[in-house]
């Protein structure tokens, strides 16, 4: 069990984030209980892949503040990293090397010995369905294997707290519900997870709460059912329709 | 297949010499994953090499025997200075791919991937230098200065590159794609590498050419390499050489951690 000592994974408070001309990020708050599957939802450009960056120490925000399980993602960036798993939104393994050595060199570099990372390695690889892949470089990968073979690097050693961005895009049904039945046995061992997805299906599946995320605000939090419950709809899309298209209207 | 997720303990973060060194052993995956990438660009000077030697070196120097220990040490800087471009492409891959994004989330001592990456370019700068050199040794070379000239001579050549290839790493963060950086590093390395004293003397050269010639940094890097491959090394010129390598390092070393601070972000 993990970090019974932080009831609260994430605690962020007004998030601003600018790049040129764009605001990414215009006073962003979010809460995650520890131990929960959290989602961000929201259109391309919404700010959710910016708020796991800043989150996952690896973007500075430009003002408000936040801290993972107890620690300032900014000043205390070097403890938040000994906690935390990340999986981007781009597939970051090395193409030039096998799927089995790239899970063995990012072992090694969490800290794993040789023979623990041979061996993580060879048990990740059955578990995402690419054991027979496992010796060929990625660049002969599909999509989806190589999905799979970054979801993998981020489970090489256990993290508080997971940062999964669209985990699923470019999933098959049968991989993406692997990979759904993986982040629920996660927070079940009482890790945390944050994932964005753009499948509201998704979320409501997994997620234990959810915040509707447009032009670099939250829009609406709460648990699936809640969200469906106030604003009267009977789905997550309907929900999520309702929102963003509100916020196109106004700012147009 | 969710029994790989447990609740064992998260291990200990690496330390800094093992963090670096499984940045060096995927560096060394990759010469042996993509040889092409080294041997296409190794491949130019053993051409060189071979075509000099034996269709210019009669008409150079009276015979291709005696043409070839003057060529050879300046093909050798050639083979090493084309290869220390991969330096920036490297760099440039990892960074547009995302990777660093991954290796900045890990809990490593910040300059692990730089130092194995300059590891791995050691072994890159060994392979170039140890093939022109072998087939040198092949085609009949037999450097007056030994063995100890040799390793002298490869020394000198590894510090330069290692100091250049600052410059190809801060260029690596600068332009857009691998393709970018390999072109223009070609653009700017083959008319250093010609208009050099590799393959003839300036002598004979018109004048404003010479004046080029002569204050090229290769040229001088060559003359450094003939000297100690010759066994009568010219203090002068390799205190220019480490000169020119230490200026590289001073104004591209800092660029480049500015440019990777900024563009990793």
Redesign the interface.
């Given at each position: 069990m993990y970090e019974k000592r932080y009831p609260v994974a994430v605690e962020a408070a007004g998030l601003r984030k600018r790049f040129g001309t764009t605001e990414a990020l215009r006073g962003l708050d979010l809460t995650v209980a520890a131990g929960t599957i959290y989602g961000l939802l929201g259109p391309n450009g919404a700010g959710k892949t910016t708020t796991i960056r800043i989150l996952a120490t690896l973007l500075r925000p430009d003002s408000g503040r936040a801290a993972v399980l107890g620690h300032d993602v900014v000043r205390e960036a070097a403890a938040v990293r000994r906690k935390i798993a990340l999986a981007g939104q781009a597939a970051t393994v090395d193409e030039d090397l096998t799927g089995r050595e790239n899970l063995v060199f990012l072992g090694r570099l969490s800290g794993l010995s040789r023979g623990g990372a041979r061996a993580r390695a060879a048990g990740l690889l059955e578990a995402f369905d690419l054991a027979g892949a496992g010796g060929r470089q990625v660049k002969a990968y599909s999509g989806g294997m190589r999905r799979r073979l970054d979801l993998a690097a981020s489970f090489l050693v256990p993290a508080s707290l997971y940062f999964l961005d669209e985990p699923t895009t470019g999933l098959d049904p049968a991989a993406r519900n692997q990979v759904w039945q993986i982040v629920r046995a996660a927070a079940d061992s009482g890790s945390t997870v944050l994932l964005t997805t753009q499948y509201l299906e998704e979320a409501d599946r997994i997620a234990d709460r959810v915040a509707v995320i447009g032009h670099g605000t939250v829009l609406a939090e709460g648990t699936p059912a809640a969200l469906k419950a106030d604003m009267g709809k009977g789905t997550l899309d309907e929900v999520f329709l309702a929102l963003t298209q509100d916020t196109e209207g106004s700012a147009a | 297949?969710?029994?790989?997720?447990?609740?064992?303990?998260?291990?200990?973060?690496?330390g800094a010499l093992?963090?670096t060194l499984?940045f060096g052993?995927?560096a060394l995956?990759?010469i042996r994953?993509?040889p092409e990438q080294l041997f296409d660009v190794i491949a130019i000077p053993v051409v060189f090499t071979l075509m000099f030697t034996y269709l210019f070196g009669g008409a150079l120097a009276g015979s291709p025997g005696r043409y070839l220990p003057f060529l050879l040490p300046g093909t050798l800087v050639m083979a090493v200075l084309l290869v220390s471009m991969y330096a920036g492409i490297g760099l440039n891959t990892d960074v547009s791919?995302?990777?660093t994004?991954?290796?900045?989330?890990?809990?490593?001592w910040r300059p692990?991937p730089v130092a194995g990456a300059i590891a791995g370019d050691v072994a890159r700068y060994l392979i170039a230098a140890g093939l022109v050199t072998i087939l040198g040794l092949i085609m009949g070379y037999r450097p007056a200065g030994g063995a100890p000239g040799v390793l002298d001579g490869t020394g000198l050549l590894l510090v330069f590159a290692l100091c250049l290839s600052c410059a190809w790493t801060a260029l690596g963060l600068t332009l857009r794609t691998p393709q970018a950086v390999m072109s223009t590093g070609t653009v700017v390395l083959f008319p250093l590498t010609l208009a050099s004293n590799v393959f003839v003397q300036p002598r004979t050269m018109p004048g404003w050419l010479q004046a080029f010639v002569r204050v090229n940094p290769v040229s001088h890097l060559v003359t450094a390499e003939r000297g100690l491959l010759a066994g009568h090394p010219a203090a002068g010129q390799i205190a220019w050489v480490l000169l020119a390598a230490a200026a590289l390092l001073a104004v591209f070393a800092p660029l480049t951690g500015y440019l990777y601070a900024r563009r990793a972000?």
């Open positions: - | 297949m969710t029994a790989i997720i447990t609740g064992a303990a998260r291990p200990e973060p690496p093992t963090a499984a052993y995927r995956l990759k994953h993509v791919k995302g990777i994004s991954r290796f900045r989330s890990l809990p490593v692990a972000c």
